[in-house]
């Protein structure tokens, strides 16, 4: 209905309660909204979208006449009096005509657009790398047997619309994009479906919580894009199922036929389609309840079916859930649910006034900003930001970044820095160290994927390509989505290094079938398939084993000490001292530094120093052993220091930390393993 009270006093027409009278105009109401000009005027007529059935509504040429522009639409000219409905296609064009023309909601727009720099800053300044995680888990691949695949699990409609936008998440920006898109999407499609409940200015307020909440949880691992898009296609059907006429047939058949297909399409926002149809019925009055009753209980019957048929292969408990495979992820729909619900308690229909609006979304803004800046997994960002740092050479940001974090996968990286560029030695006890595992991350049944997701970057470095190659194949079928671009680049790394030339082939075919991974793929074929010697490759090739060993996956001392005898490999001989040094055991270490260190009368590391010395105050070493060994004076003198305050203060550690903070005897004093 046009609101034409604002010209029509001036044309002569009266407006009553938003019935327009024309008198004596030739025009004739019919229910009190639609008009159809004389039998004798011939117009153009747009086509208007309303909420169940799109009727063709004239403009009068009088418009023009009282100051207004008439709509010009396509070429349509309706026969006198003519009412009817148009068919699907004259519905879209007249959908977007409409909607091109519309009369701008200038507060819904800007708040659609409030929601989507939230998703780009949140998305781009504050969790970039955790985004970026999530395609290198995904890796999307154009081939038809891995598009198949979707469709033996329920959601795969959904699924496989997420996982390809996924893949757009590999370039921070553009990932930040394609977020914002999404939370602007969800926010939209969660006002619609609030506008059935409440007002629509009530409703577009509202509806920055869902899209807030979908963007809090997309920092969580486990989450992918498919989760959102799932539930967003039942929230469209859901509008579709609102604009259906009151034929309780009509509406049983739609409920049960939504529930089943979104189903299969969506997974468990089917229950989220079903839900809506009940609350959204309970509020139009017609006759709910056996339609509740009967469409809740189709939707579970269609889930447990097709699972007990091993149609899908999912426990009941996955089947209703999937694909939300853990907790902490589902918040969006439930509170679009638990709005929705709300709409049924007294005065909750009632229109909000501005200033109630503006609160409720700058409430909704400020508890998302506390929760984005203090209860975000930065733990995980962290992590994710050292090994990227890592992974392009920066070395000096790797340990800048490692001395503030204290976590195990965080200090392989600041080691595998340390190593490389030959100051492990030097600068072991600056940096967070807990024991041996933060040299080399755990690789074992009790372990978690996400420690043994990272652990094949260690072993890479030392050149023990065997674990190496072990680490990166659980990492991967441990991995959330069972796939990883970056480990599947690591493996074709290792084959080209060992000469397992068909299996480096193998591993970059499936990165060629990848988006923005071609390069990568066309760069190791090249190396695969290189007549002449490249240095990278022969450098890694001097560095691994050249002979057979029989050797346990842990403790990792028989590979170290293979490794440690290529003169060649200092970074293996680095390892095998740290470990020794790590787990606390001097004689070890003593005897490794003797047989394997290269000798040639230069003066130990520090920290290499300061173990020499605990061993030789045990053995009360002569005064020829400690000048064979040619430590540092200084070195001594700190002995001597940290040994006397040790005694005068019984073991004071805070005072100890005073003066001897990076010391490896604090280390071997007072650490201790659990």
Same mark, same amino acid.
């Given at each position: 209905?046009?609101?034409?009270?604002?010209?029509?006093?001036?044309?002569?027409?009266?407006?009553?309660?938003?019935?327009?009278?024309?008198?004596?105009?030739?025009?004739?109401?019919?229910?009190?909204?639609?008009?159809?000009?004389?039998?004798?005027?011939?117009?153009?007529?747009?086509?208007?979208?309303?909420?169940?059935?799109?009727?063709?509504?004239?403009?009068?040429?009088?418009?023009?006449?009282?100051?207004?522009?008439?709509?010009?639409?396509?070429?349509?000219?309706?026969?006198?009096?003519?009412?009817?409905?148009?068919?699907?296609?004259?519905?879209?064009?007249?959908?977007?005509?409409?909607?091109?023309?519309?009369?701008?909601?200038?507060?819904?727009?800007?708040?659609?657009?409030?929601?989507?720099?939230?998703?780009?800053?949140?998305?781009?300044?504050?969790?970039?790398?955790?985004?970026?995680?999530?395609?290198?888990?995904?890796?999307?691949?154009?081939?038809?047997?891995?598009?198949?695949?979707?469709?033996?699990?329920?959601?795969?409609?959904?699924?496989?619309?997420?996982?390809?936008?996924?893949?757009?998440?590999?370039?921070?920006?553009?990932?930040?994009?394609?977020?914002?898109?999404?939370?602007?999407?969800?926010?939209?499609?969660?006002?619609?479906?609030?506008?059935? &409940?409440?007002?629509?200015?009530?409703?577009? !307020?509202? !509806?920055?919580?869902?899209?807030?909440?979908?963007?809090?949880?997309?920092?969580?691992?486990?989450?992918?894009?498919?989760?959102?898009?799932?539930?967003?296609?039942?929230?469209?059907?859901?509008?579709?199922?609102?604009?259906?006429?009151?034929?309780?047939?009509?509406?049983?058949?739609?409920?049960?036929?939504?529930?089943?297909?979104?189903?299969?399409?969506?997974?468990?926002?089917?229950?989220?389609?079903?839900?809506?149809?009940?609350?959204?019925?309970?509020?139009?009055?017609?006759?709910?309840?056996?339609?509740?009753?009967?469409?809740?209980?189709?939707?579970?019957?269609?889930?447990?079916?097709?699972?007990?048929?091993?149609?899908?292969?999912?426990?009941?408990?996955?089947? &209703?859930?999937?694909?939300?495979?853990?907790?902490?992820?589902?918040?969006?729909?439930?509170?679009?649910? !638990?709005?929705?619900?709300?709409?049924?308690?007294?005065?909750?229909?009632?229109?909000?006034?501005? !200033?109630?609006?503006?609160?409720?979304?700058?409430?909704?803004?400020?508890? &998302?900003?506390?929760?984005?800046?203090?209860?975000?997994?930065?733990?995980?960002?962290?992590?994710?930001?050292?090994?990227?740092?890592?992974?392009?050479?920066?070395?000096?940001?790797?340990?800048? %970044?490692?001395?503030?974090?204290?976590?195990?996968?965080?200090?392989?990286?600041?080691?595998?820095?340390?190593?490389? $560029?030959?100051?492990?030695?030097?600068?072991?006890?600056?940096?967070? $160290?807990?024991?041996?595992?933060?040299?080399?991350?755990?690789?074992?049944?009790?372990?978690?994927?996400?420690?043994?997701?990272?652990?094949?970057?260690?072993?890479?470095?030392?050149?023990?390509?065997?674990?190496?190659?072990?680490?990166?194949?659980?990492?991967?079928?441990?991995?959330?989505?069972?796939?990883?671009?970056?480990?599947?680049?690591?493996?074709?790394?290792?084959?080209?290094?060992?000469?397992?030339?068909?299996?480096?082939?193998?591993?970059?075919?499936?990165?060629?079938?990848?988006?923005?991974?071609?390069?990568?793929?066309?760069?190791?074929? %090249?190396?695969?398939?290189?007549?002449?010697?490249?240095?990278?490759?022969?450098?890694?090739?001097?560095?691994?084993?050249?002979?057979?060993?029989?050797?346990?996956?842990?403790?990792?001392?028989?590979?170290?000490?293979?490794?440690?005898?290529?003169?060649?490999?200092?970074?293996?001989?680095?390892?095998?001292?740290?470990?020794?040094?790590?787990?606390?055991?001097?004689?070890?270490?003593?005897?490794?530094?003797?047989?394997?260190?290269?000798?040639?009368?230069?003066?130990?590391?520090?920290?290499?120093?300061?173990?020499?010395?605990?061993?030789?105050?045990?053995?009360?070493?002569?005064?020829?052993?400690?000048?064979?060994?040619?430590?540092?004076?200084?070195?001594?003198?700190?002995?001597?220091?940290?040994?006397?305050?040790?005694? $005068?203060?019984?073991?004071?550690?805070?005072?100890?930390?005073?003066?001897?903070?990076?010391?490896?005897?604090?280390?071997?004093?007072?650490?201790?393993?659990?």
């Amino acid at each position: 209905m046009y609101p034409l009270s604002d010209f029509f006093s001036g044309a002569g027409y009266t407006c009553i309660r938003s019935q327009i009278f024309f008198s004596g105009a030739g025009y004739t109401n019919i229910r009190s909204q639609i008009f159809f000009p004389a039998p004798d005027t011939r117009i153009s007529a747009p086509r208007i979208f309303f909420r169940r059935r799109i009727h063709v509504y004239p403009l009068p040429e009088f418009f023009s006449e009282a100051g207004y522009t008439c709509i010009q639409p396509p070429d349509f000219v309706p026969e006198p009096g003519e009412t009817r409905a148009v068919r699907f296609g004259g519905r879209l064009r007249a959908f977007l005509f409409i909607f091109a023309r519309m009369k701008i909601n200038k507060p819904h727009i800007i708040t659609a657009i409030v929601a989507a720099s939230f998703g780009f800053i949140y998305c781009g300044f504050l969790m970039p790398f955790g985004m970026m995680f999530k395609e290198e888990l995904t890796m999307f691949t154009y081939d038809s047997d891995y598009i198949f695949a979707y469709f033996s699990l329920p959601g795969s409609l959904s699924c496989l619309a997420g996982d390809f936008c996924t893949q757009f998440l590999f370039d921070r920006w553009l990932g930040a994009g394609v977020m914002a898109l999404f939370v602007s999407a969800i926010y939209v499609l969660s006002a619609c479906v609030l506008r059935r &409940f409440f007002s629509a200015k009530t409703a577009d !307020a509202l !509806a920055l919580l869902p899209a807030c909440l979908e963007l809090l949880s997309a920092g969580n691992v486990w989450w992918s894009l498919a989760m959102p898009a799932g539930w967003m296609m039942a929230a469209a059907v859901f509008c579709g199922y609102s604009m259906i006429r009151n034929s309780r047939d009509g509406l049983l058949a739609a409920q049960v036929l939504g529930s089943a297909a979104l189903y299969v399409a969506a997974g468990s926002a089917a229950f989220v389609f079903a839900l809506l149809v009940v609350a959204y019925d309970a509020r139009k009055g017609r006759g709910y309840l056996v339609r509740a009753v009967g469409g809740l209980s189709w939707a579970a019957l269609v889930c447990y079916k097709l699972n007990d048929w091993e149609w899908y292969l999912l426990t009941l408990p996955q089947a &209703f859930a999937y694909p939300y495979t853990a907790q902490g992820q589902a918040w969006a729909p439930i509170a679009l649910l !638990a709005l929705a619900a709300m709409s049924h308690l007294p005065g909750a229909r009632a229109e909000w006034s501005r !200033a109630v609006r503006a609160a409720v979304s700058g409430l909704v803004a400020m508890a &998302f900003g506390l929760i984005a800046f203090k209860f975000a997994p930065y733990k995980v960002e962290d992590v994710l930001r050292i090994r990227d740092l890592a992974d392009k050479g920066r070395w000096d940001a790797v340990q800048q %970044e490692g001395r503030r974090m204290q976590d195990p996968v965080a200090a392989s990286y600041v080691n595998i820095a340390l190593s490389a $560029q030959g100051t492990m030695g030097e600068r072991l006890m600056e940096f967070y $160290q807990p024991a041996s595992s933060g040299l080399f991350l755990e690789v074992s049944p009790s372990a978690g994927w996400w420690t043994i997701y990272f652990a094949s970057d260690a072993y890479f470095h030392v050149g023990d390509m065997i674990m190496a190659q072990h680490a990166a194949m659980l990492g991967m079928i441990f991995s959330p989505r069972e796939r990883s671009a970056r480990l599947l680049k690591r493996l074709a790394q290792i084959s080209i290094i060992t000469g397992d030339i068909p299996a480096a082939m193998k591993f970059i075919g499936m990165l060629d079938c990848t988006l923005f991974h071609r390069s990568e793929a066309r760069r190791l074929r %090249e190396q695969a398939l290189a007549v002449n010697g490249q240095p990278e490759i022969d450098k890694a090739r001097r560095r691994i084993h050249h002979e057979d060993i029989i050797r346990n996956s842990w403790p990792p001392v028989e590979s170290l000490e293979s490794l440690a005898r290529n003169p060649e490999n200092r970074e293996a001989r680095d390892y095998l001292l740290a470990y020794h040094l790590l787990n606390k055991n001097i004689p070890a270490f003593f005897n490794s530094y003797t047989l394997y260190y290269i000798r040639t009368g230069e003066q130990p590391p520090r920290v290499w120093a300061e173990a020499l010395l605990i061993y030789l105050a045990a053995t009360r070493a002569t005064a020829e052993q400690v000048r064979e060994l040619n430590i540092a004076p200084e070195t001594m003198r700190a002995f001597a220091n940290y040994t006397r305050t040790h005694e $005068q203060s019984a073991g004071n550690l805070h005072l100890l930390q005073q003066q001897f903070s990076a010391s490896y005897w604090i280390y071997y004093h007072f650490a201790t393993f659990k």
